[in-house]
Structure formats: C-alpha cells, structure tokens
C-alpha cells in the first residue's frame, strides 16, 4: 500500500520559515519525479516544486521561486520542501506527490496534507 506522509507545517508569522518532508512507503521515491503542491479552497491547486530523481534538477512554480528549496534523500525515501520569507499567500494545504512531468501533472497518490498558515 502506497502512503505519502506530509508533516513540517504549522502556523507562522510573515517572514517567517518552515520545513516540510515528505515520507513515502510503498513505494520507491527515487524511480519517480516528485513535487510539492498546495491547495486552498476555493481555488485550483498549484504546483508549488519539483524535483527530478537525482535531485540534480529542480523546478518551482511562480511563487516559490527564490524563496523555497525542494530537495531529496532517496536512501530515507523522502522529499522536503524548505521555505523561507513566508508570506500571507503562500497560506494552505501542502502535498507531496510523484509527477508525470514538472508542473501541475500529479500521479495517483495523495497524503493527508500538512497545512501552513501564515499570518501577517
């Protein structure tokens, strides 16, 4: 059984930082591409980083950039997400998951999500 585990988020002031990781098992994250993506209700979901299965390469979507750090450790099978300078917006539920490709292109398995708010 395949399970994506999302932890690292809580409440924090603008400015402020926030690691999140991403724990899978089941499955072998290394044979994948992996991203990050947040969700607020009401709107779509974004593709927030990707990372590539070496971890050589990486992608972020608009408001990450500069500003968050994706990276990996396939031996621990897991991916994080390190963001600094939070801001108001970046405010929402956080999931990992394999990528077809960089960009908003999930595969099939969702965790539970770990929320961060970020208070002005």
């Known amino acids: 059984q395949v399970q994506l585990v999302e932890s690292g988020g809580g409440s924090v002031q603008a400015g402020g930082s926030l690691r999140l990781s991403c724990a899978a098992s089941?499955?072998?994250?290394?044979?994948?591409?992996v991203g990050w993506f947040r969700q607020v209700p009401g709107k779509e979901r974004e593709f927030v980083a990707g990372?590539?299965?070496?971890?050589?390469?990486?992608e972020y979507g608009d408001s990450a950039q500069g500003r968050f750090t994706i990276s990996r450790d396939n031996d621990k099978n897991t991916v994080d997400l390190q963001m600094t300078d939070l801001k108001p917006e970046d405010t929402g539920t956080y999931y990992c998951?394999?990528?077809?490709?960089?960009?908003?292109?999930?595969?099939?398995?969702w965790g539970q999500g770990t929320q961060v708010t970020v208070s002005s």
């Open positions: 990372i590539n299965w070496g971890g050589a390469v990486t």
């Open positions: 998951n394999t990528l077809a490709r960089f960009g908003n292109y999930p595969g099939i398995y």
């Open positions: 089941g499955i072998n994250l290394r044979s994948f591409l």
